[in-house]
C-alpha cells in the first residue's frame, strides 16, 4: 500500500496568494482528517470527514480556510488569502472507522511570506 | 472531553538506558489511548495503541506501554535506547466516547546520548 499522500510536500508562497493542498487517503479508509502542526500549537485538528461529508469542522480557524472530500479518493485544503501565520505543517491522515488507528501522510510544509 | 498531559517537553537518555515517557489523561469514560513517533521531517507513525484489552500493550521498535486506569496514565517505556529512537513522540487520546477527534499531546522531544 502506498499510504497515505500528500502534495507538494513543500510550498512558499507569498502573503494574499491562494493554497491548495492535497490528499489522498489509503484506500478503502472512510475517514479523513486534516491537521496543522506548529511549534507554538503542537498538533490540531482542522476537520474531518466521513464518507466523504465534513463532520466536524470546529477547528479551522476562520473562514480563509475550507476543505473538500469531492470523493472517496481525493481532498484539498484550500487557504485564501494565505498570510504568514499560516505558515506550519499540514498533515492528513486516514482511517478505518474513526476510532481506528489513523494514519498519516509526509505532511505539506507550508511558508508564507 | 479528554486530554492527555506529557510533561517534559525535552528529554535526554544515554544509549542502552531505560527509555521513560508519560502520559496522563483526563477521561470521564474509558478512552482509547495512542502513541505515535514523529521523526524528522516525516509525518506521524504508530507505535502502539490502547483499546481496552490487554493494559500492557506491545508496539513496533522494542517499545510498549501500561494502561493504569486508577493512575489514569499510559507511559510509554523502552528497555534499552537505540540512537534510532531519537524522535518525538506523542500521546493522544479519543476525545469522548463516540466521537473521533483525536487529541494530542505536547510532544517529547528524546535525545539519545551515545
Known amino acids: 500500500d502506498a499510504g497515505v499522500i500528500q502534495s507538494p510536500r513543500h510550498e512558499v508562497t507569498e502573503m494574499g496568494q491562494e493554497v491548495t493542498l492535497r490528499c489522498k487517503p489509503i484506500s478503502g479508509h472512510d475517514y479523513l482528517f486534516w491537521y496543522r502542526q506548529t511549534m507554538m500549537r503542537g498538533l490540531e485538528l482542522l476537520i474531518y470527514?466521513?464518507?466523504?461529508?465534513?463532520?466536524?469542522d470546529s477547528g479551522m480557524p476562520e473562514d480563509r480556510f475550507s476543505a473538500k472530500m469531492p470523493n472517496a479518493s481525493f481532498s484539498t485544503l484550500k487557504i485564501q488569502p494565505s498570510e504568514p501565520r499560516d505558515s506550519a505543517v499540514y498533515f492528513c491522515?486516514?482511517?478505518?472507522?474513526?476510532?481506528?488507528?489513523?494514519?498519516f501522510g509526509p505532511g505539506t510544509r507550508l511558508l508564507v511570506l | 472531553a479528554q486530554s492527555v498531559t506529557q510533561l517534559g517537553s525535552h528529554v535526554s537518555v544515554s544509549e542502552g538506558a531505560l527509555v521513560l515517557l508519560r502520559c496522563n489523561y483526563s477521561s470521564s469514560v474509558p478512552p482509547y489511548l495512542f502513541w505515535y513517533v514523529q521523526y524528522p521531517n516525516q509525518g506521524l507513525q504508530l507505535l502502539l495503541k490502547y483499546t481496552s484489552a490487554a493494559t500492557l500493550v506491545k508496539g513496533i521498535n522494542g517499545f510498549e506501554a501500561e494502561f493504569k486506569k486508577s493512575e489514569t496514565s499510559f507511559h510509554l517505556t523502552k528497555p534499552s535506547a537505540h540512537m534510532s529512537d531519537a524522535a518525538e513522540y506523542f500521546c493522544?487520546?479519543?476525545?469522548?466516547?463516540?466521537?473521533?477527534?483525536?487529541?494530542f499531546g505536547k510532544g517529547n522531544q528524546v535525545v539519545v546520548i551515545p
Open positions: 493522544a487520546v479519543i476525545r469522548s466516547y463516540g466521537n473521533n477527534r483525536l487529541a
Open positions: 491522515a486516514s482511517s478505518l472507522r474513526g476510532q481506528e488507528t489513523q494514519y
Open positions: 470527514f466521513n464518507n466523504n461529508v465534513p463532520i466536524d
